[in-house]
């Protein structure tokens, strides 16, 4: 997993396994306080996600024996009188049933019956009554009792008696939250009267975890007392089905004041468990763009976190990876995280500095996570560790544990050797880690953890924002600099990536961050010019206006450190035909080069020119060399002819001489033959015995000549004279191709130009006619336009 090499060489030796009290190292803890953050953000996202548990949980849902209500209250319910409590006979329920309603459920605007969601019978508070002082009392009560349970005691809280509910065997009320019924109202009282049934308990959902309300049935007081439950009314809750038996429950609305006092918005199910205050910590983390990891308290397998995802966290992890999300929620979209969960590890290794000096650390402890995936268990491909994007200051750290603490768990030793270092000690904690990330840049992560140009390409085809990708060119480089790599794979990836960048750059509107982004990431001339399309990307750079002047001071410092490779650039690039100002800039590095090593300046620039001349001059001769100019001698030497089929036809054209004649001893139809070859042969095709005859196109021959017959029967003969259209052709081919080359030398030489000139040299290619001392080193005269000197008529004829 680590692939890295050892340093002061030598590698690591082959490991072996040891038992764990074999190891003599132990290390020295980073202390709480140096972990997470002391005061800021994360640090109060640390405090609310510590609050006590069980606090939140009794603020957000609660209940009990309700000892203040009359163990038999007197429910007169009208068209049946008084109910007996607790309803057991059949008879009697329908009965009673037969004064309800079946109750509805509400959806949206909609008030519909489904017995498949809610199946009780309800009675409205005008259709009964609980009779009794001890009764209205004990319900009076309620209203403090709420309000010091909830976390605002003092306010004064009222109660709305809603519906009296009635569930047979069957009855249920699938999972829902309350709608407003009152004004202020808030939470929800459920009384449930002395009932003997099995099922019907109300589960109350925080965050996805249950809070049940068995209303006595464990305790078995349910037939003898009231029992009672309050939940926020904007929670989720459920009743269960009813399997035996009734149920009787009274139903509250639990109301804020109106408007006296403070605050005069009733308060939700998110001030309960601090979800509030935890979304206004998250969205100061959000807004500072931070991202932090938490490490989980429990073990989990590889297997149950691929397949459930957050679904596979117990208790602690649970809950707080749920108020997060729920605390995420409440913020706008631009401020809420994205949560993933990881494979994380932390590995030390400490070297044995000899019997005096004991062990030490060898290198400082590498953090790395990898298998990432979202809380719902989909995977994110890529394993690049993002660990190092993380520092110490960025764990959540809510039960304000040391390092030690918080890696606790699964340890692994191995011990080693380092070469000439000596023995060595690996330790390796693995843990699973809760990674947060502002969503906004959740492309970013992704991209992060691919590593790649794959991932850059993905994040372009999403049509990021510049800031997004500014925040991933970031990334990358923070990515590439503390990458554990291998140096030889950062590299590849660097020149990859290079391309790709410019890529991304070049198509996008201008933005001169971008630019700088793009130095900050390949800030060396080599990275520039070696890699693929080097040359050829910085030709471009150089020819997208806006982007060369902003890249030029950078493109200058980072090409005038390598001297040697703004040669090989200048070399490199003369064949692109590249922006006359980019050729200059690698100039003026080159200048700059030898003014950072040389005192005196003479002597700097006429190395420089000496190194331009030398050029102008190999190009001169590489010119030369391959199109000389024609001389008499050559003239008629028709040496790329291609006559195969006749060797003496061959063998003439390649020579000097411009006639031949041939004897056809067989007379005139042999000289016909001959011609008609002749003529296929000047036409481009190939001699009809070619098997290329029928699909060959015609190509113009590198020769031409004429062809006549003369004379009768055994004395006829065929002459060929050559003519002056091949070699023209060629003449002009030649100087085509010169010219394109002496542009090249131009070029240079314009540098040399504007260097000798006065200091206002303009940009204008001049061959500097004006006589300096290397003038005649480097004039341009050879350079005759295309076409204006052909000579008319052939020459050494
Ligand atoms: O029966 C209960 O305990 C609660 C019923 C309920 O959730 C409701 O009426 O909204
Ligand atoms: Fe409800």
Redesign the pocket.
Known sequence: MFGHSHRGGGGGGGHRRRRDEDYPVHETDVPATQIGEQTGPLHDVDALLAADQQRQLASFSFGGVADQLPPSPELIVQGYGRVALPLVDPAEAARLAATCQQ?PFGRGTETLVDTAVRR?WQLDPAAFAVHGAEWNDGIAAFGPLIAEKMGFAGTPLSLEP??L?L?EPGGH?AC?R?TEKEDGMFA?L?I?LPSVHSG?Q?IVYRNGVPIF?DFGAARGTAASQCHY?VHYADAE???TPVTQGY?L?L?YSVCWPASQGEPTVPPTSADADGTAALAAALGKLADEERRFYHLLDHDYTAKSIKQLGERALKGVDRERVASLCAASRLLSQDRRYAFYIAEATRKTLHAFDGPESGWSEYWEPVIRFERYQRLDGTRIPGDASLGHLFTNRDVLNPDSKSMLQLWAGHRRQESGWLGNDGPSQDTIYSKYVLIAWPERLAGVFEVLAQHDTRALKALVATQPTDAQLIELLDAIKASIALSEEDEEKIEALHMRLRHETLNALVARPFNAALFERYMDLFPTADSHLYSPCGSVDLVRLARHKEAWSAVRPRMLAAFSKQPTVAEQALSDCLVQNPPPDFLRMLYEARVAADEAQSEDDQAKLAAVKALVEQQVASLRAERDRMYPPPSSDTYWRFDKADYGSDHRVFTFLHGPERTLTLPMPQGSSQAHRFLSHCNRALSGLPPRSSKRAKSARPRLPAFSFTATATGEGESTTVTLTKTDEYPQRREVERLGARQAMDKQIAKLVTLLGEERGPATASGSASGSASGSASGSAVDISDASPLGAELPSQATGD
């Open positions: 109750a009780t809603y519906k509910l569930y009320f829902h309350d929800t459920v449930q019907g109300l309300h439950a809750h459920e009743v149920r429950a139903v």
